[in-house]
T-cell receptor, first 114, second 116 residues
Framework: DSGVTQTPKHLITATGQRVTLRCSPR?????VYWYQQSLDQGLQFLIQ???????AKGNILERFSAQQFPDLHSELNLSSLELGDSALYFC?????????????FGPGTRLTVL | AQTVTQSQPEMSVQEAETVTLSCTYD???????LFWYKQPPSRQMILVIR????KQQNATENRFSVNFQKAAKSFSLKISDSQLGDAAMYFC????WGFGNEKLTFGTGTRLTIIP
């Protein structure tokens, strides 16, 4: 158990819908990262937050957004869902963005868009 | 942009034997980190080992060790005394040293099968 929690574990929804994925980082960790794992794209970085502020963006679609709240939990919002958005979404956390701080991954949320 | 390449989609090894997984990467940076993550059937991503590019000594964690060749941009993982619990997807990952670029860039993975 990495100490990073993600809810829900599984999510099944229809095209065009909107969903919210939730992540609670390890106790004391200020930095949160979101990654997407899909069959065709592999593991890709989406976005990073540090202490409530957006710090870096990767290949995140405009239909996707995220935020980190004052209690440091983070939410990833996916809207106007398409079949291709079906994937495993990971949240990872680290104490700070320093390179010496390891990123610990949560168990992931499996999203299925029908 | 950095890229990570794992050229072995699948590997298999007899239980108790040794196996080496390959990884190459491309970067223009001189300081960076490299990682091997394991993803068992549970899908959890588990850190196996990390290597700082400025360190010449290869990292070792129990039965896991790396062969880091900076000039060749190669970072292979050796698993000794393979166990059934080692069966998983293994991902090689790169992380820049610099601030503002803390994301992990992953390879496509190698699926390791352990033969009893």
């Amino acid at each position: 158990d990495s100490g990073v929690t993600q809810t829900p574990k599984h999510l099944i929804t229809a095209t065009g819908q909107r969903v919210t994925l939730r992540c609670s980082p390890r106790s004391g960790d200020l930095s949160v990262y979101w990654y997407q794992q899909s069959l065709d794209q592999g593991l890709q970085f989406l976005i990073q937050y540090y202490n409530g502020e957006e710090r870096a963006k990767g290949n995140i679609l405009e239909r996707f957004s995220a935020q980190q709240f004052p209690d440091l939990h983070s939410e990833l919002n996916l809207s106007s869902l398409e079949l291709g958005d079906s994937a495993l979404y990971f949240c990872a956390s680290s104490a700070t963005p320093r390179p010496t701080d390891t990123q610990y991954f949560g168990p992931g949320t499996r999203l299925t868009v029908l | 942009a950095q890229t990570v390449t794992q050229s072995q989609p699948e590997m298999s090894v007899q239980e108790a034997e040794t196996v080496t997984l390959s990884c190459t990467y491309d970067t223009s940076e001189s300081d960076y980190y490299l990682f091997w993550y394991k993803q068992p059937p549970s899908r959890q991503m588990i850190l196996v080992i990390r290597q700082e590019a400025y360190k010449q000594q290869n990292a070792t964690e129990n039965r896991f060790s790396v062969n880091f060749q900076k000039a060749a941009k190669s970072f292979s993982l050796k698993i000794s005394d393979s166990q059934l619990g080692d069966a998983a997807m293994y991902f090689c990952a790169y992380r820049s040293w610099g601030f503002g670029n803390e994301k992990l860039t992953f390879g496509t993975g190698t699926r390791l099968t352990i033969i009893p």
